[in-house]
T-cell receptor, first 114, second 116 residues
Framework: EAQVTQNPRYLITVTGKKLTVTCSQN?????MSWYRQDPGLGLRQIYY???????DKGDVPEGYKVSRKEKRNFPLILESPSPNQTSLYFC?????????????FGPGTRLTVL | DQQVKQNSPSLSVQEGRISILNCDYT??????FLWYKKYPAEGPTFLIS?????DKNEDGRFTVFLNKSAKHLSLHIVPSQPGDSAVYFC???????????????FGQGTILTVHP
């Protein structure tokens, strides 16, 4: 089954404790992205990747890091989480030149930073 | 600076009637537009899209209209069904050389409720 998986689905942590949210896709897609969803703000892109070792900042990259060492994986790293990073996070993937950038989304990770 | 705006946070319609969801954008470089649907506890799923060279695209009960001069698009659902109740996001991308390089800009979303 074609899918994007994220782990964990739910996470409660404390300020300053480094964490990683994993994302994996099995569709051999070149493009992958991370978004956060906040009430009244919709989905905002954090980082995106065009292929292995190629990443770029989205609209809200501050406080986040990413890496793309393998085509299927695109982890999101919060080196020192803060309460304003409490949010619902989505990973997405799409194929290069793909119809029109139809992105496939994971189920989401709800993060709470205390 | 919100480049894609959905000014109606919510919309309530009766089953069988038409639902019209609206979206405005400010960036004239956007040339591809998409609608996503999101149920609680799930990721958004692609619904329908339209290229800027068209003004209408239809897929079953769903039709998207694009008015480039007004920088406005709308999603029509006819007839609306209770299963359509979800959050609908409008999204836009700018395409260079046939690809958008994975960059999408989303609106705030509109909660659609269809009453039986």
């Amino acid at each position: 089954e074609a899918q994007v998986t994220q782990n964990p689905r739910y996470l409660i942590t404390v300020t300053g404790k480094k964490l990683t949210v994993t994302c994996s896709q099995n569709m051999n897609h070149e493009y992958m992205s991370w978004y956060r969803q906040d009430p009244g703000l919709g989905l905002r892109q954090i980082y995106y990747s065009m292929n292995v070792e190629v990443t770029d900042k989205g609209d809200v990259p501050e406080g986040y890091k990413v890496s793309r060492k393998e085509k299927r994986n695109f982890p999101l790293i919060l080196e020192s989480p803060s309460p304003n990073q409490t949010s619902l996070y989505f990973c997405a993937s799409s194929r290069q030149g793909g119809s029109y950038n139809e992105q496939f989304f994971g189920p989401g990770t709800r993060l709470t930073v205390l | 600076d919100q480049q894609v705006k959905q000014n109606s946070p919510s919309l309530s319609v009766q089953e069988g009637r038409i639902s019209i969801l609206n979206c405005d954008y400010t960036n004239s470089m956007f040339d591809y537009f998409l609608w996503y649907k999101k149920y609680p506890a799930e990721g958004p799923t692609f619904l329908i899209s339209i290229s800027s060279i068209k003004d209408k695209n239809e897929d079953g009960r769903f039709t998207v209209f694009l008015n480039k001069s007004a920088k406005h698009l709308s999603l029509h659902i006819v007839p609306s069904q209770p299963g359509d109740s979800a959050v609908y996001f409008c999204a836009a991308s700018a395409v260079w050389g046939g690809t958008s390089y994975g960059k999408l800009t989303f609106g705030q979303g509109t909660i659609l409720t269809v009453h039986p």
